[in-house]
């Protein structure tokens, strides 16, 4: 993936330019399908020129995929940040699924369904999904492996099948998410946190400390 934000013989744009421009499709996806947005509506948002996106992006969908990339990629680093944090396992671990739970949940889980949808007819988008759940898969083997080699997690199964059971979960938060509308995000918050709390409970064997506290993160 890329976030060069040009094509080949084309100035690269400025990245003071091109975080701003890639937020507003962001912005647009998380209110309807990206398949719907035009040229037009994203030069409004971001306050550009449709010439200058189509000079620097080529092609709409060029630049939505960009945008998606873009995002999913600050969604690793950020969950990447939490795995790699101090602290025992099973904290990073809860800090983990909390913002599996409840942070940016609406716009994280359109935009991830916005891509699975896609993929179901473009290879371009196929492929994108599965760079995304290789990262995914990645950080919950890494965390339960090192909780299992600490002693905090005890899996019934294997490593492998006990990410991959909180990965299954973590998606059907996202489609739970979407289904449920954007108005039902903040109020629907405390279920979700429950479900994946308990699921994780029964996975790894183990009460995280904090997990019966209710509390509310920033920006749902």
């Known amino acids: 993936m890329t976030a060069e934000g040009t094509r080949r013989g084309r100035p690269a744009i400025d990245p003071r330019e091109l975080t701003p421009i890639l937020e507003a499709v962001l912005r647009l996806a998380a209110r309807r399908s990206s398949q719907l947005i035009t040229i ?31 995002h999913l990629l600050l969604v690793v680093e950020r969950f990447n940040a939490l795995r790699e944090a101090s602290g025992p396992v099973v904290e990073r671990m809860e800090r983990v699924l909390r913002e599996v739970a409840i942070a940016r949940s609406w716009e994280r889980s359109t935009i991830w369904v916005d891509i699975i949808a896609r993929a179901v007819v473009s290879e371009k988008y196929r492929e994108i ?13 890494e965390l339960v492996q090192e909780g299992v080699d600490s002693g905090e997690f005890r899996v019934r199964s294997s490593v492998e099948d006990a990410a991959s059971h909180l990965i299954a979960v973590s998606d059907g938060l996202s489609m739970l998410v979407v289904s449920g509308g954007e108005s039902a995000v903040e109020s629907g918050a405390e279920f979700r946190r429950r479900l994946v709390f ?23």
């Open 40 to 70: 037009r509506e994203i030069a409004a948002e971001a306050g550009v020129s449709v010439g200058r996106l189509q000079h620097h992006f080529g092609s709409r969908d060029d630049l939505i995929t960009q945008a998606f990339e873009h």
């Open 198 to 220: 308990t699921a994780a409970n029964a996975v790894l064997d183990v009460d995280f400390p904090g997990a019966q506290r209710r509390e509310r993160l920033g920006q749902l």
């Open 129 to 141: 999904a599965n760079v995304i759940n290789e990262h995914w898969r990645n950080l919950f083997v």
